[in-house]
């Protein structure tokens, strides 16, 4: 059985800070997280191919991650950032495709989860940007917070010819313990048959301290059975998942959570599901 890290991040501050960086708590990330001890961690865990996710909402970004993916022999996909609202959208889009590694961009991200306006999937202009990332074959993931999935909903049933990725579970509140409203809103998307969800984040959304796997279970048990084992995908959030758990542990842990699954479900989580969805292909060496 092989394993693809559909979600993971790299960033160096020596080309550009990260501003989202704040705090004591985060004070661990204050740091170049860098190819080469990705590479190590996810050897050692087992990890053959990995999806290389946007960071932050700057132009220059996706051209680098695109190049470093064209180098790596670890790197089989990226998810970058283009503004949707732009006019110009599908003509950046084929600009980026056409740039060196622009074969490795599979998806589109934006960070929704910062936005005010709960409706902002919805609006005209971004609505008009996801039909220009459908018709380009790529996917757009998803990172909202729970009382965004709605119109989550709503923008994936307006574009049927899109994939769309939920990154995180959606965000659910761990912490609190509480499966509701979440599961419900969960429940409305996964009803989709473009939807896809990828079992990542939960132990930053847990007590960093204190979480167990039984306590996350009952999220990742709702996703499984709402979507279903061949629509959902594992990620680390490598380095965010440092926080509260090591590269390693996050994999242990996903391993224990499904273990319950048939050979072929598991297979699916671990890779299945990323190679469809991202198109990554068999690498010679797996």
């Not at 180098?71 to 599908?90: E, K």
């Not at 509260?244 to 072929?264: C, H, K, N, P, R």
């Amino acid at each position: 059985m092989t394993l693809v890290d559909a979600h993971h991040h790299l960033w160096d501050l020596g080309v550009r800070d990260q501003t989202w960086i704040t705090g004591p708590e985060l004070a661990p990330l204050r740091r170049s997280f860098l190819l080469p001890e990705l590479e190590a961690e996810a050897r050692a865990a087992g990890v053959t191919a990995t999806v290389l996710v946007q960071t932050v909402t700057v132009a220059e970004e996706t051209p680098e991650f695109l190049a470093l993916a064209a180098r790596s022999a670890l790197v089989g996909a990226v998810v970058g950032w283009t503004d949707l609202t732009s006019p110009g959208v599908a003509d950046e889009l084929a600009r980026l495709r056409s740039l060196p590694g622009g074969g490795f961009l599979r998806s589109i991200r934006h960070q929704v989860q910062g936005e005010a306006d709960p409706e902002w999937l919805t609006r005209p202009e971004v609505m008009r940007g996801l039909r220009a990332v459908a018709a380009a074959g790529l996917a757009y993931d998803l990172v909202v917070l729970p009382h965004q999935l709605p119109a989550a909903t709503r923008a994936a049933a307006a574009v049927p010819g899109l994939t769309f990725v939920l990154d995180h579970l959606g965000k659910p509140p761990v912490a609190s313990g509480r499966l509701g409203p979440w599961s419900d809103r969960v429940r409305e998307l996964a009803a989709l048959p473009n939807t896809v969800c990828k079992l990542s984040g939960l132990v930053t959304e847990a007590d960093w301290r204190s979480w167990t796997v039984a306590g996350l279970a009952p999220y990742a048990d709702t996703v499984l059975d709402l979507f279903g084992p061949r629509r959902v995908m594992f990620g680390s959030d490598w380095p965010v998942c440092t926080l509260a758990a090591s590269y390693g542990e996050v994999v242990d842990l996903t391993g224990e959570l499904i273990a319950a699954l048939s050979a072929a479900e598991r297979d699916a989580v671990w890779s299945g599901t990323a190679r469809r969805v991202y198109r990554m292909p068999r690498t010679a060496s797996e």
